[in-house]
């Protein structure tokens, strides 16, 4: 969206509404800018979700598995949770033997993986890069659900 459409948009002139932006990127409101790509278009790609649990559940114990993880660049996010399991991750790679070759490095670099369960991608139904404001903000987008609102 140009500054134009973005200060028309929220009814102010450009300028203020500029400064406006810079503040909220300055205050880290704004993480960033992102460009949707259509990866398959590029390469075939296969998406995994994976279940994951560890030995031991000792603070060291998910820092070391976290702190690996984070420089696998196909694993594309990895989400620690409460409950029956320990992470979700979502992998993304050339095919599923690239992925199987990822888990067994996981599983040869002694990270205290425990178990993981496998789930492949058919296709995807609903994919948001976030949930919208309106959410947390209901003055600006109306009810929950709404699909219909509006967001200044």
């Given at each position: 969206?140009?500054?134009?459409?973005?200060?028309?948009?929220?009814?102010?002139?450009?300028?203020?509404?500029?400064?406006?932006?810079?503040?909220?990127?300055?205050?880290?409101?704004?993480r960033g800018y992102h460009a949707?790509?259509?990866?398959?278009?590029?390469?075939p790609l296969t998406t995994v979700m994976v279940e994951l649990t560890l030995k031991q559940h000792r603070y060291q114990d998910f820092q070391t598995f976290e702190r690996?993880?984070?420089?696998?660049d196909e694993i594309v996010e990895c989400h620690a949770t409460g409950g029956g399991v320990d992470y979700l991750l979502k992998v993304m790679a050339r095919d599923i033997d690239a992925y199987q070759r990822l888990i067994d490095g996981l599983l040869k670099a002694d990270i205290g993986i425990d178990r993981y369960f496998t789930y492949v991608v058919?296709?995807?139904?609903?994919?948001?890069?976030?949930?919208?404001?309106?959410?947390?903000?209901p003055e600006m987008g109306g009810a929950p659900g709404n699909s219909s609102a509006k967001t200044r």
């Open positions: 969206m140009t500054k134009s459409a973005l200060a028309e948009r929220v009814n102010l002139s450009p300028t203020p509404c500029w400064e406006r932006l810079k503040r909220l990127e300055k205050a880290g409101f704004i949707d790509i259509a990866l398959d278009k590029l390469a690996h993880i984070r420089d696998i058919t296709r995807p139904v609903k994919t948001a890069p976030q949930p919208p404001v309106g959410l947390f903000a």
